[in-house]
């Protein structure tokens, strides 16, 4: 019951929120096509729902050869790769918008793990493969919420930044979403939505430790 209640509430909720956000939608389509290399939007391939492959929908922030380029899957602060309004949807999260059409396409959520690419999704060791994506990757989650600094700290990291993310993030971003899966249920979502917004208001918050006192604990510094 509560995965037909949440797709229900994914198609109405997306349907709203893309009638709300068309008049900001609008503005940014034309600063893309009038900037940097004129692309509008970004999609790739993504681990989702069982692991199964789809196209994620993103405004574009990054030169169309990034892949190729730097450090390849993983972004550092100030980034060379990211155009100068990338950064902008970047730092405000605009440039995940599109992914509503992925959650009326149903190959997304609102809530859920965040769909990585194949190559990130490999540094997961054998056992976290066949646990984070056995629920639907959503637009937000958990692991999006702690770890929103991502890119500070792979950039401040006294490591190189893929043995940062293998050794450090990747396992902790594993655990909140063995976490999350353990406690769904529409409270977990709402706080989850909830936080996100309060987040990008209010960026050094301690406010998720707090309302999810059970989270498994950080064993590293930022």
């Known amino acids: 019951m509560y995965k037909i209640i949440k797709r229900l509430l994914d198609i109405i909720l997306s349907l709203v929120a893309m009638i709300i956000l068309l008049p900001l939608f609008i503005p940014i389509i034309i600063i893309l096509l009038l900037t940097g290399e004129h692309e ?88 976290l493969k066949e646990k984070v994506y056995q629920v639907k990757p959503g637009l937000t989650g958990i692991g999006s919420i702690v770890f929103r600094d991502e890119e500070m700290i792979i950039t401040t990291s006294s490591l190189a930044p893929h043995e940062t993310y293998r050794t450090m993030i990747l396992p902790y971003k594993g655990a909140l979403e063995v976490w999350y899966q353990q406690h769904i249920s529409f409270y977990t979502d709402f706080m989850i939505i909830f936080l996100t917004a309060w987040y990008i208001i209010f960026p050094k918050s301690d406010l998720v430790n707090k309302v999810f006192p059970s989270l498994p604990k950080r064993e590293f510094v930022a």
């Open 40 to 127: 509008v939007f970004f999609r790739q391939d993504r681990v989702g729902y069982h692991n199964q492959i789809f196209k994620i929908w993103k405004f574009a922030t990054m030169l169309k050869n990034s892949p190729n380029m730097g450090h390849g899957d993983v972004t550092v602060r100030k980034d060379p790769r990211i155009t100068s309004f990338g950064r902008f949807l970047r730092i405000s999260k605009l440039n995940e918008l599109p992914q509503i059409i992925n959650i009326l396409t149903g190959d997304m959520s609102l809530v859920g793990p965040r769909p990585l690419m194949k190559v990130g999704f490999d540094r997961y060791t054998d056992e």
